[in-house]
T-cell receptor, first 112, second 116 residues
Framework: KQEVTQIPAALSVPEGENLVLNCSFT??????LQWFRQDPGKGLTSLLLIQSSQREQTSGRLNASLDKSSGRSTLYIAASQPGDSATYLCAVLSHYGQNFVFGPGTRLSVLP | EPEVTQTPSHQVTQMGQEVILRCVPI?????FYWYRQILGQKVEFLVSFYNNEISEKSEIFDDQFSVERPDGSNFTLKIRSTKLEDSAMYFC??????????????FGDGTRLSIL
């Protein structure tokens, strides 16, 4: 059964810092991995989707990498801003139809 | 940009009562999903729906739950006899292609369900 973990659980950084969020999964037979953002009281916004055949995806200041063999993904946020404050979730889609298995999230606070 | 909308934003119901949560997916999307998030816990997949039938469901989605697309725009989740442990945020999502198309899902803002 796929298990997804994320570290750290919470992170507080000053504005302008580059930061890395980590996601680990136990079963490497994945179809894709997605990073989401969740603002308080809101739904999930898809940030980046990495297919199993890809190593990384970039969107603006965000870069996500995938190392399937080691069961890891990282989300790199460059030049963080207070507006980046949110909970970041990773979710893994397995080949054999477990659907999305979500991690518990990392709660990020970027201080002005 | 098109959005997934969910109503109501907050539903309070007595234990044992039936509740229907409503979602309007993005209009040209064909795949629909329900997820839930119990306070302080992970987001969990409940069910996916395509072509007027359930395509996948999780262990959570037992006989108390049902989904329906009663018309061309709404997608509903019904809980027949609510229990205290059904209290959670329920998210609807839609996509134009299915899970294995590598297309992202679009989520609504959720309905907070409180069972008393």
């Amino acid at each position: 059964k796929q298990e997804v973990t994320q570290i750290p659980a919470a992170l507080s950084v000053p504005e302008g810092e580059n930061l890395v969020l980590n996601c680990s999964f136990t079963d490497s037979a994945i179809y894709n991995l997605q990073w989401f953002r969740q603002d308080p009281g809101k739904g999930l916004t898809s940030l980046l989707l990495i297919q199993s055949s890809q190593r990384e995806q970039t969107s603006g200041r965000l870069n996500a990498s995938l190392d399937k063999s080691s069961g890891r993904s990282t989300l790199y946020i460059a030049a963080s801003q207070p507006g980046d404050s949110a909970t970041y979730l990773c979710a893994v889609l397995s080949h054999y139809g477990q659907n999305f298995v979500f991690g518990p999230g990392t709660r990020l606070s970027v201080l002005p | 940009e098109p959005e997934v909308t969910q109503t109501p934003s907050h539903q309070v119901t007595q234990m044992g009562q039936e509740v229907i949560l409503r979602c309007v997916p993005i209009s040209n999307h064909l795949y629909f999903y329900w997820y839930r998030q119990i306070l302080g816990q992970k987001v969990e997949f409940l069910v996916s729906f395509y072509n007027n039938e359930i395509s996948e469901k999780s262990e959570i989605f037992d006989d108390q739950f049902s989904v329906e697309r009663p018309d061309g725009s709404n997608f509903t989740l019904k809980i027949r006899s609510t229990k205290l442990e059904d209290s959670a945020m329920y998210f609807c999502a839609s996509s134009d292609l299915g899970h294995y198309s590598n297309q992202p899902q679009h989520f609504g803002d959720g309905t907070r369900l409180s069972i008393l």
